[in-house]
Each structure stands twice: as C-alpha cells, then as structure tokens.
C-alpha cells in the first residue's frame, strides 16, 4: 500500500514536445505529492509539487495534473527542451503530522528523459 | 537561505573496511533529517531518518547504522562494508515538506 508506480521507465522525446510521466498509488493517507528532477551526479531537486485539493498546478512548462478518484497524477513537460534531459522521480507521502517519521516521502522508481534535437 | 554539504562526493573502499559518511544542513534549526540509498533503476531508499538529536529510526535492516550528534549533522557508518553496500548515497534535510536533497556520495566497494 505504500508504493508509488511510475511509468514509463524511460522516454525519448523530440525536442518542442511534450513529455509525459505518469504515477499511480494506492494509500489513500497520501496527501502531498512532489515531482523530483535529478541530474547525472546530482542530488534530486524538487521541481513541483501538489496537494489533493487541485486538479493541476502549473510553473512555467511544468504541470502536474492530479486525479484523486483514480490515485494518479502525471508530470507534463511543454515544449521539451534537451536541457530537460534528466530522470524525473514522483514521490507522495501523507501531510498531517502523526509524530516520529512523518512527511517520509515515497518514490516512484524514476523515469529517464532524453529531448534529442 | 538554507543548504546542505554531503561530503565525500566519491568515495572507493575495500571489502570489509569501515565508513563514515557525513552530512550538514546550514540555515535551518531542528530540521527532519533522511539518508537515502539511490541504485540505478530502483529510485531511492530510504535508510533511516531523524526527527532530532540521538532520535534515529531505521527503515531497512541492513549492514549500516546512523547517528544524529548534533541538530543539523547527521553520520552514514558501517563497521564492516559490504560489496552489496555500493551505491549513491543521498542526504536530505525538510521542517515538514518537501524534502531537500544534498549532492551524494557515490561509493563504490571493491
């Protein structure tokens, strides 16, 4: 009940289209959910995240779109750019604060992007 | 503003031999601190995390231990390497959400 799907494991997408990256998860205590960017060598870095409350949050060519009835949320990359080439990992994990080990996120298993020119 | 220092950011050991890896968060007091385990195709893993001093909880039974010494200083040690403990290890800190994550240390055991 804990884990969190990701699909697909990788994507190679022309460069000025659209990436998408779909998530799924099952524990219904779930109530934030961020998307993760990391770079070869790097750290991940949060990149956009969402409450159940919205259907899609948007930042820049960023959007996440959220369905609460189907437990799934997606990442869409407008105008996909090489520079966008990266593994993007989702991740959720419950909101209230229940003491020692709260806000522990969750991962999906990472979905590798290559934008070919 | 708040950051956080993973060092080293390589690190090669032989079988057998101890490690200690470190992490500091700057910019921020009592902040929730995770070790992660990041290997290629599996995402990461968390290994154990930190609500404050001395308070460590372990999420995988495993060759390694962690220890919290001062607020915002959290350790990654094994007395023993295993060759199965190669991996990118990645530190983060959070008050609440998100969680930031530090550079990692790749090591790799041989």
């Known amino acids: 009940q804990q884990q969190v799907k990701q699909s697909p494991q990788s994507l190679i997408v022309q460069k000025g289209g659209i990436s998408i990256i779909n998530c799924a998860y099952e524990?219904?205590?779930?109530?934030?959910f961020p998307w993760y960017q990391q770079f070869p060598g790097k750290g991940p870095a949060l990149l956009i995240a969402?409450?159940?409350?919205?259907s899609e949050k948007k930042e820049g060519r960023f959007t996440i779109s959220f369905n609460k009835s189907a437990k799934q949320f997606s990442l869409h990359i407008m105008d996909s750019q090489p520079g966008d080439s990266a593994t993007y990992f989702c991740a959720a994990s419950p909101h209230r604060y229940s003491g020692a080990g709260s806000y522990q996120l969750t991962f999906g298993k990472g979905t590798k992007l290559s934008v070919i020119p | 503003s708040q950051t956080i220092h993973q060092w080293p950011a390589t690190l090669v050991q032989p079988v057998g031999s101890p490690l200690s890896l470190e992490c500091t968060v700057e910019?921020?007091?009592?902040?929730?601190l995770y070790w992660y385990r990041q290997a290629a195709g599996r995402g990461l893993q968390l290994l154990f995390y930190s609500v404050g001093i001395g308070q460590i909880s372990s999420e995988v039974p495993q060759n390694l231990s962690a220890s919290r010494p001062q607020d915002r200083q959290f350790i990654l040690s094994s007395k023993k390497l295993l060759l199965s403990d190669s991996g990118f290890y990645l530190c983060?800190?959070?008050?609440?959400?998100?969680?930031?994550f530090g550079d990692g240390t790749r090591l790799s055991i041989l």
């Open positions: 910019g921020t007091s009592n902040p929730n």
């Open positions: 983060a800190w959070g008050t609440s959400e998100p969680q930031h």
């Open positions: 524990n219904t205590a779930f109530d934030y």
């Open positions: 969402i409450r159940p409350d919205v």
